[in-house]
């Protein structure tokens, strides 16, 4: 089987060598979990997955739990991305689910978040993060919930998903809270990797799982540039899903 | 003893390199736990076992926790596996256990499934995945009720099983629950392995335990490719039960 | 002090080797802890202990909480041992403790199980597993009561008795409860070992603990082939108790 | 994108090597966690910080949930910096939440302490330590909603804030409490390295994660002298956001 | 000071090169912890440790919570020690504390332990194990209360006692409740070590602390052969308290 | 800044490498953690401490939570420190607080310590240890308060004060309880190092954190000699607070 064939139905991430990696892009519909430490670029891969969907005429949801919307998108202007204008043409909108406000947001999630998302014809879905979602909840099976909710939610509206989600620093490869990999079609994992100076830190990609679809199953080298990540595509060889 | 005067009784996993190292299949009427690290071919490889078994006219049923049925056909027809034919001809059945339904889904674990499961006159059974399952029950002892009374319905079927179930990150070899390995005959491990380019993540497979049967007792490299799970089986050398 | 001054009071195995070991077997009415990771040979080593035992004449009983009857007696055809007959004879009892019957199994053995070993003069006697037994009681307490139980009904009727329990995997040469070994009077560790390849993974055994006798302090290969567990006794030599 | 293109909008943090590490300082607005084992310097970090800013004419805050105001003045005349000038000219403020005090001090936290920061007029805000804060909250929902409240309260008054926190000494770039990277916008790690001479512990910081800006994915060498922290900036180059 | 100089006050242990380790014994009224994985020989050490007293004339006591009083005996026949002598002659009294009577036996180590110990006039004391005396109280406050009047009856009848404690397997220089080490004046610990043959496992010896007097900081071999526990003393040299 | 500049208001030690490490001593006023784990000489460091003051005519008080009066008068005699004249001068008070009178004891921190302390007139205090004053509370808050609460007792008199605390065994650098640091102005880790023979086992010191004076940040050798402890103070180079 070629990569070739499995390209029909992929959305491209907007981060050119994770798409080479991926034979073309995420599974259309797919919820695609994006697990990392801090500072690797997860809310980065988030936008940048969005705008290049509206660079397509996608509409986009960025349901927001780390940042206030007028932070969000002066980190877009950074990297000199047309997020204003996404914005004005009504392709980008960013929803505030605010953690100080616990129940609201849960309620949201919960219940008509669906409807709104369906209502809005997004095509692509970004949540940053998934972990602060899990706060908000106070026991396990809430916390369950509140994620089965909001990745059914997602799924429900055809659109294509990415969650992000802190990685447990005992297991880099892991989610802090250990449950969002169970509703994920795919992971990706941002990690780090000391280079060969033993002084400069390096960041390194690796795609852990994604059904339907032949993926690499290397660890690829990244930076984060003057326009967003940027995955070093070398010696990229595709396995089968 | 030799390895063939065992393949009496043994059940072809679809899997060609894994029935080398089992000296023909899983033992007829075996539970067996399938546990690994997330994109290591879990629901694929009972995918394949259940195809395997539709190819000599054995009715399997798959029980999903984790995918929709419709998301789970087009994982098989990735592989251009017959799996319309299969469910057309009433061989193949997908059984959809819903997590956001908990309640619906542990009473029918506990209660009517076992019917159901004889009813259906299956030949091989596919439960994917265990955790997910696990993560209804919100208190241990519930947990295992559950997790006792679904290996014994599908005992009792005199069905050959297959559970996957996630592993723990910290000690990939056992689940992540630390529950399932109590109610399987034999546990096979999907692993990672760092290859000589440390670079490229390969696969491997190893059999922990199998009751009543001789195995090899080998790590052995697997690929996942255009037809499935593949496992190299040079080298493979029989113990005994 | 001679190893051969020992060996009165000693119960043979059944495994050549880890007689050796032991100077001649498990000292008469000990209570032996067998702890080892899945697929390690815990059952098959009960199984041949009390073999060992039939063919001397002596009775024996194996409390399964692990598995049904005709699967335990299967396992044991597996090796050609005579274990119809030895039933046919009323040498070998197996005793089902089913786990799903959680209440009137631990009742049992907080009850009248001492009796009923009592009254049939079984001289040997194996429990497995004593993991699975823990997991009936919910509470630490309640564990550890039960677990007190039942070795004392053991070691009340005077036979020599192998309590099977998996093994921590953080620890392996520890039990998964922590408890275990607190009513032994002996542990025997099955373990793991990487083979020189890299690539076969090696069995190998230690007695960590064996009152009042001489045991060997060594770790030794042992395989699992046609006629049980063989232990590769090459260069034991014999401490003290 | 280059590093001077970004430096509008910085603020000095008074460590000069880490002002290169960020292009200038930390963004106007940011509120950024400094984590370190005891002994790292994170007190004397948030001091040298302030005064920055009252060289600047800037007004600074010092909540200080670990020393008392005398012993913390004190700290920075032995750097010989001008502490009691900044007090007495209403460019520094010490304001003491006791940890003894701990129904007053959360009350305040989750109060009045923002009208209070805005009443002030501060454009630098430090909070030693966000760990004794956490520490005062008896379960983790009340530990969230009081940092959130802090962060936001600090957040809303448009100052740049350094909150201080204990490492994990199991995962020394994690902060004790697990919670407050994801009220941060950058995260700089102060740590220790052993020196080549096996013998002298030395100090090392990096930047994790510093969002909106550029900054350098080194790990630096720093020192504690009689100026304050100094990082060693050899060799620093500047990747983007 | 030399070590002779700190001999006065010194009880022999019974255990050769242990004795030249502490500069001819355990301190008078001392209560010291022996810590140690099973298999060790922690109770050989207790029973050696009383007979060693026996055969000066010194009576002593053994509390178990193990073994039975005959089984211990048969232990101490094994290696020839005189302990039906020694029962015989009133110089050795075992108490049993069975595990199974958790409420009597807690009852008795709070209440009236002191006055039989005192009545019975004993010089030296066993108590074999604390391990398994914490395991009878259900919560920690009990467990401690119970630790420390077991160690005040002990001290205030002016015995010297040895409490034996099964270590962590984690840290097995750690007791496994981690509260016996605060009510010792001293600790023994018991462990392994691999031989350089990487087959044979060794045992060797450590006193981590001993209060009020010099002892040797060095890790030495030890045996467990016909006379008990035998410490290898070459090249021991005693430092100060 | 050299180091001469910081030596007023420093209180000696009296151990003597352990002062040219602090370019004197402890600040005066200071409250120093010594963490270390069992048999590193915490209380003999804060008996030296405090008799190092009534040499120089400075009343000390110790707070004995492990030992009761006469032990602990008992060890200081070993070393020949004139003990019982600086208690009969009443430059030397033992307080002893029973973990076994845990309602007084605990009552006794949180109330009339402080009064009891000031009216004293000590100019030096010793807690031993406060990691059995923490077990004496079952819960965190209750813990933190009392903790608090002797930390700020001990502080208002102005004395300067010795906490000593047992090491996590997992993480040797810091105290069990993982409280203590955030009440010390100072922490001194005592700990373990295998000397180059692999058999003698050496001890270590590291002043970890020391508030407001310049300290070493090497790791010295020490040694428990007839005059207490001493450090190898060669090569000692200070930086500064």
């Given at each position: 089987?070629?990569?070739?064939?499995?390209?029909?139905?992929?959305?491209?991430?907007?981060?050119?060598?994770l798409?080479?990696?991926?034979?073309?892009?995420?599974?259309?519909?797919?919820?695609?979990?994006?697990?990392?430490?801090?500072?690797t670029?997860?809310?980065?891969?988030?936008?940048?997955?969005?705008?290049?969907?509206?660079?397509?005429?996608?509409k986009?949801?960025f349901?927001?739990?780390?940042?206030?919307?007028?932070?969000?998108?002066?980190?877009?202007?950074?990297?000199?991305?047309?997020?204003?204008?996404?914005?004005?043409?009504?392709?980008?909108?960013v929803?505030?689910?605010?953690?100080r406000?616990?129940?609201?947001?849960?309620?949201?999630v919960?219940?008509?978040?669906?409807?709104?998302?369906?209502?809005?014809?997004?095509?692509r879905?970004?949540?940053?993060?998934?972990?602060?979602?899990?706060?908000?909840?106070?026991?396990?099976?809430?916390?369950?919930?509140?994620?089965?909710?909001?990745?059914?939610?997602?799924?429900?509206?055809?659109?294509?998903?990415?969650?992000?989600?802190?990685?447990?620093?005992?297991?880099?490869?892991?989610?802090?809270?250990?449950?969002?990999?169970?509703?994920?079609?795919?992971?990706?994992?941002?990690?780090y990797?000391?280079?060969?100076?033993?002084?400069?830190?390096?960041?390194?990609?690796?795609?852990?799982?994604?059904r339907?679809?032949?993926?690499?199953?290397?660890?690829?080298?990244?930076?984060?540039?003057?326009?967003?990540?940027?995955?070093?595509?070398?010696?990229?060889?595709?396995?089968?899903?």
């Amino acid at each position: 089987m070629s990569a070739s064939e499995l390209v029909r139905g992929k959305v491209p991430t907007g981060v050119a060598g994770l798409d080479e990696m991926l034979g073309g892009g995420f599974p259309t519909g797919h919820v695609v979990l994006v697990t990392g430490l801090p500072g690797t670029g997860k809310t980065c891969l988030g936008l940048q997955f969005l705008l290049a969907g509206c660079a397509r005429g996608e509409k986009g949801v960025f349901l927001s739990l780390e940042e206030d919307a007028p932070q969000l998108l002066e980190s877009a202007r950074q990297f000199h991305w047309p997020v204003d204008d996404a914005v004005a043409k009504g392709l980008l909108k960013v929803v505030r689910l605010d953690p100080r406000e616990t129940r609201q947001s849960l309620h949201r999630v919960q219940g008509e978040l669906g409807h709104e998302l369906t209502a809005l014809g997004a095509k692509r879905i970004v949540v940053d993060s998934v972990s602060l979602l899990n706060m908000l909840s106070d026991d396990e099976p809430s916390r369950r919930a509140t994620l089965f909710a909001l990745a059914g939610a997602c799924r429900e509206t055809g659109a294509t998903t990415v969650l992000t989600a802190e990685a447990d620093p005992r297991h880099p490869e892991v989610s802090r809270d250990g449950l969002s990999e169970y509703v994920a079609d795919g992971v990706v994992v941002l990690g780090y990797s000391t280079a060969s100076d033993g002084h400069r830190v390096g960041l390194s990609l690796r795609i852990l799982k994604m059904r339907r679809t032949a993926h690499a199953r290397t660890v690829q080298p990244y930076s984060i540039g003057p326009s967003g990540l940027l995955v070093d595509a070398k010696a990229i060889d595709l396995g089968a899903a």
